[in-house]
């Protein structure tokens, strides 16, 4: 008898896994990033609206999310391409929004 969660509906991929893996990650770093260097204050971005470390983790998050729907789409595989253009949205998130 294996450990059964309940889960085997799930389509359960190495690149699903990484994904939620990606986002523990992201939240851990998060929250250690807070407690080593408070952030305090939010600032305004180039989009005009008060963000904190955490609001721009969620944008990059969702612009992320939005960026690979529009890729697979319009495109298709291979995912690489859409890959950069998250990264380079995330680093833009955090460092100008």
Known sequence: MG???GLGWMAWTWPTAAFFV???ICIATMAVWEWRSPGGAP????FGI????GDR???SLLGSAF?????LGIFGPP???PLAIAV?????VFRWV
């Open 50 to 53: 008060d963000t904190t470390r």
């Open 43 to 46: 600032r305004r971005g180039i």
């Open 57 to 59: 983790l969620f944008i």
């Open 67 to 71: 960026i690979f729907l529009g890729w």
């Open 3 to 5: 450990f059964d969660l």
């Open 88 to 92: 380079l949205w995330f680093i833009f």
């Open 22 to 24: 990606f986002i523990a």
């Open 79 to 81: 995912l690489w391409a």
